[in-house]
């Protein structure tokens, strides 16, 4: 895996107002972003931000190039644009053109978690999405801001059938990983937190009279 790239480095050093700014290699760069929202990608050590009403309105005075992705040969044209020498050296505008690409990348992804369906994420049939809803977890967004275990001990409460395969589930639908993907340490670790759940279970069903 890649590490230490410099204008990563340098990238994360002068936007670190908007946030921690996490990287992570992608499509052989890396994205850029705050709280999982991608806000900009770095691409053969050029940063180029993500679209936004103030950055195309910066565009309209000084044109950006915008950034171009080969997919199977082809040329694909993204709604990124390359930050340029004068524009690094505007730390201001730098950092208010960045903030304007994440508040955009936020809405985006906001109205899509209101479109997207339960079952649509990884590993959720209509069948799971209809037990949740019985449960009162009916949108995507209150599934990612509940997590997996606390949906799971909703899931248990009324099925005492569910096991550990739908933990793993939910945590790969929230993650956006296929179960059987999910990192060895995260399904070490639920596994883990499953077996003792079973086991405070089964102590409180013993002291029941």
């Known amino acids: 895996m890649k590490k230490n790239n410099s204008v990563v480095e340098q990238s994360k050093a002068q936007l670190a107002a ?3 700014i996490e990287s992570r290699t992608q499509f052989g760069g890396y994205a850029l972003a705050v709280e999982k929202v991608v806000f900009a990608y770095i691409n053969e050590d050029a940063l180029y931000l993500r679209a936004s009403e103030a950055l195309q309105h910066y565009a309209a005075q000084r044109p950006l190039e915008p950034l171009i992705y080969r997919k199977r040969g082809m040329p694909v044209t993204l709604s990124y644009y390359k930050v340029d020498k004068q524009l690094w050296q505007d730390a201001d ?6 903030a304007s690409s994440l508040s955009a990348a936020r809405a ?33 967004r209150l599934l990612y801001e509940m997590g997996s275990r606390q949906s799971w001990l909703k899931l248990r409460a009324v099925n005492k059938d569910i096991g550990l395969k739908t933990l793993l589930a939910l945590e790969g639908a929230i993650s956006g990983h296929h179960q059987a993907a999910l990192p060895a340490a995260v399904r070490e670790e639920l596994s ?6 079973l086991r405070q279970h089964a102590a409180a069903e013993r002291l029941l009279p």
């Open 18 to 20: 908007l946030g921690k």
């Open 93 to 98: 505008q730098l950092l208010r053109l960045s």
């Open 108 to 140: 985006e992804a906001a109205n899509r978690l209101v479109l997207l369906r339960l079952k649509d994420l990884p590993n959720l049939s209509l069948r799971m999405e209809l037990m949740l809803h019985k449960v009162g977890i009916n949108s995507v």
């Open 192 to 197: 883990a937190w499953y077996q003792e759940t």
